[in-house]
């Protein structure tokens, strides 16, 4: 049983809580695009810890956790995560897998990254708004056909042919470009020839494991990073990400055929958020979201950033559960809104008198685009505490019907707190 698992909004919907919760039982969870741009936070002796690359169903002793080669690896953050996972009692040997074809993060990556976004900011005044993890630059070497594997880590004389044929061609772009210093390739040389070592036992044909495992009907979760809406190909192009966050990504990202995902979960929050530049129709620029930033503690994971922060955006939604395949919704952090005394819902953009029935592609229009609203009464009562579906609040449950007739999929789960036991059934 293949189950994936998606945010379908800009990212940060939840999926770490819900992953966690679904995962229970599961015998892997697999990643499979993305890399330390993600950030799960994980709980241990009342202290908190994130994850970016290992995912956090490394901490149920029984689940294989795959970093498939969809994603772009950084082996530094890699190795950290071991160190914090075993200075936390959990062991990772046998049960870590990373994929010999992923590819790698390399330090150059994040200098471009962040002189990229400098030399945006001050051409245009605007920039991506990226998590500095050298993203983009690495998925721009492995499209150019000039990355580095994880492979490539078990072969030393071609580890440095690549390093030093990569970095060549960097300088000039730092000289040339950017007006930048050179980067020296010895020291990158060292300290990638040296992750061979630490990370050797765990490099292994991630795709056959995965294929493998569902043959032997084994329980799988595969677990998306960021949401529907950074997908390089569907999202709010260029104010993206640089992989296929949507469920495609999935079976790309894997190694698995399309044909094999049993269910698609799509996590939403039951408010919008985003991080980064980008136009956002729902955004709240004034005192109600930043009471939303308050209450939902919407700092990012990685970057401790503010989340902007606006209504649920049903076009939004619905786009992103379509472009998926989204059979099930979660809808998280409900209780966040407890308190509102009343709630918009987005359901539709009116750009230039017209209604936009479908999430536009011209960044133009969504920007212009203004959001047609239904607005509810809040219920201004605690739900955290509630267990079942029937005994939430009257508007609350109203809320939530609306949700999943304007998106037009089904809710299947609730989550009104942190902790795993805050999950109400549909
Ligand atoms: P990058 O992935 O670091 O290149 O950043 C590109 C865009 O995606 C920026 O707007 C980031 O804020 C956003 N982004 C990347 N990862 C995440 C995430 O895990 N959650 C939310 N936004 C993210």
Redesign the pocket.
């Known amino acids: 049983m293949v189950t994936v698992i998606i945010?379908c909004q800009?990212?940060?919907e939840g999926k770490g809580k819900m992953v966690d919760f679904m995962s229970q039982d599961a015998d892997m969870v697999v990643r499979v695009q993305?890399?330390a741009?993600?950030?799960h936070t994980i709980v241990s002796g009342g202290q908190q810890y994130i994850l970016h690359l290992i995912p956090s169903g490394i901490l149920n002793p029984k689940t294989t956790c795959v970093i498939g080669h969809g994603v772009v690896i950084d082996p530094k953050v890699v190795v950290e995560e071991i160190a914090l996972l075993k200075s936390l009692g959990v062991s990772v040997e046998g049960r870590l897998k990373i994929s010999n074809r992923a590819h790698l993060v390399m330090p150059y990556h994040k200098v471009l990254?962040r002189l990229k976004e400098e030399a945006a900011s001050a051409a245009t005044g605007s920039k991506?708004?990226?998590?500095?993890?050298?993203?983009?630059p690495a998925y721009m070497d492995k499209a150019a056909r000039t990355g580095v594997r994880v492979v490539d880590l078990l072969k030393p004389e071609q580890l440095k042919k690549k390093i030093l044929e990569n970095i060549a061609f960097v300088n000039k772009v730092l000289e040339g470009v950017f007006n930048a210093p050179e980067i020296e390739a010895q020291a990158i040389m060292d300290e990638y020839l040296a992750y061979d070592k630490e990370l050797d036992s765990y490099i292994t044909d991630t795709g056959a494991l995965v294929n493998q495992a569902i043959r032997d009907g084994k329980k799988i979760v595969i677990e998306g990073?960021?949401?529907a809406l950074?997908d390089v190909d569907l999202g709010t192009y260029p104010?993206?990400?640089?992989?296929n966050t949507t469920a495609a990504g999935a079976a790309t990202g894997s190694g698995i055929g399309p044909s094999k995902i049993d269910k698609v979960i799509g996590i939403v929050k039951a408010y919008t958020t985003?991080?980064?530049?980008?136009p956002m129709p729902t955004e709240l620029l004034g005192e109600t979201g930043e009471n939303i930033r308050q209450v939902g503690k919407e700092f990012?994971?990685?970057?401790g950033?503010p989340?902007r922060c606006g209504w649920f955006d049903a076009v939004v939604v619905r786009f992103a559960c379509e472009a998926s395949g989204v059979d099930e919704l979660v809808i998280t952090k409900l209780d966040v809104l407890d308190q509102m005394p009343s709630l918009k819902i987005c359901s539709g953009y009116r750009y230039e008198g017209e209604l936009q029935k479908y999430f536009p592609a011209d960044l133009d229009i969504l920007s212009g685009a203004e959001p047609v609203y239904e607005e509810m009464p809040g219920w201004q009562a605690p739900t955290t505490d509630i267990k079942e579906f029937s005994a939430l609040p009257a508007g609350a449950q109203n809320y939530l019907n609306r949700l999943e007739i304007l998106v037009g999929v089904p809710i299947k789960l609730v989550s009104v707190g942190a902790d795993r036991m805050q999950t109400i059934h549909k």
């Not at 104010?239 to 992989?243: K, P, W």
């Not at 990012?300 to 970057?303: N, Y």
């Open positions: 945010g800009w990212g940060d993305g890399g741009n993600a950030g990254d991506i708004g990226t998590t500095g993890r050298g993203i983009g990073a960021q949401g950074l104010y993206v990400t640089s992989s985003r991080v980064g530049g980008g990012g994971a990685t970057t950033r989340r």
